[in-house]
């Protein structure tokens, strides 16, 4: 089973480039499920429904988020009706949505996918270790294959947290910096891990947002108002290969396409069979 996993994807740059990339991943990459970060999908800054249900037609399986889920006020009703966006699981009880998600493959087949958040330098949440074993023990008697998307700020706990599952799970992805790490691997137990799959959006830029404004506050330390970047995108991911019976991982790569990969990518392989 091959799955691919899509870095935060950061407002209309990043949106486009998935439009632009996806299908033709998906053929020349035999992928059987996608996922992608949506946080900061809708302008940099939190998800709507309309963007949400875009997002999928471009066939992304499941959404995952973080901490700027609730930046968009409308999510709050959409969430309890799409089950395929997710907020971190370890949210305090009541909050909307859901944590995990069991879907299907394109083949049928079921794969689980788990949110949690990070403490470190974060809102303070209930405990992402023990909240993410009580997802995963509900739903591994369903599935084998578990992707688990930890959104973390501090190095140190994402990693931390890919030992903790190491497996448990087929592979825990970190999210929320922006900026891909180059440490993909497999760990003894089976489980892949990345320590942030980056940002799929505007990557001339300070991680997504317009240069000038948030430079300006790091020379200044006065307020600026943040605005997304424009310009080209650049795709961030990663694919994993997992055995369909054990749900442990066989194989991991980092992808980190630029625009214009992308078109040569699309032109190259046919929309269809």
């Known amino acids: 089973m091959r799955i691919l996993f899509i870095g935060d994807i950061f407002g209309r740059p990043g949106r486009e480039i998935v439009r632009r990339a996806l299908p033709a991943l998906v053929e020349r990459e035999s992928l059987d499920f996608v996922i992608a970060n949506v946080e900061n999908a809708a302008a940099g800054f939190g998800i709507t429904g309309d963007i949400a249900d875009t997002i999928l037609g471009y066939g992304v399986d499941a959404m995952t988020t973080g901490n700027h889920v609730w930046d968009k006020k409308e999510v709050l009703e959409?969430?309890?009706?799409?089950?395929?966006l997710l907020r971190p699981a370890n949210f305090p009880a009541g909050v909307p949505g859901r944590g995990s998600y069991l879907g299907r493959t394109r083949t049928g087949e079921p794969i689980a996918?788990?949110?949690?958040m990070g403490r470190i330098f974060m809102q303070p949440l209930d405990d992402p270790f023990s909240v993410v074993l009580k997802e995963i023990d509900a739903l591994r008697a369903k599935a084998r294959v578990v992707i688990v998307d930890f959104h973390g700020e501090a190095t140190s706990e994402k990693v931390a947290m890919a030992w903790h599952l190491d497996g448990r799970v087929t592979a825990v992805f970190g999210t929320h910096t922006h900026v891909q790490t180059a440490d993909e691997r497999i760990l003894p137990k089976g489980t892949a891990a990345m320590t942030d799959v980056g940002m799929t959006g505007p990557h001339d830029s300070i991680i997504g947002v317009v240069t000038e404004a948030a430079l300006g506050r790091f020379l200044t330390s006065m307020p600026a108002k943040f605005e997304p970047a424009t310009g080209p995108g650049r795709l961030n991911a990663v694919i994993v290969t997992a055995d369909?019976?054990?749900?442990?991982?066989?194989?991991?790569?980092?992808l980190n396409m630029s625009a214009d990969e992308v078109d040569a990518l699309a032109a190259s392989v046919p929309a269809e069979r």
């Open 78 to 84: 959409y969430m309890p009706r799409q089950p395929k």
């Open 113 to 116: 996918i788990v949110n949690v």
């Open 244 to 254: 369909r019976a054990t749900g442990r991982a066989t194989a991991i790569e980092r």
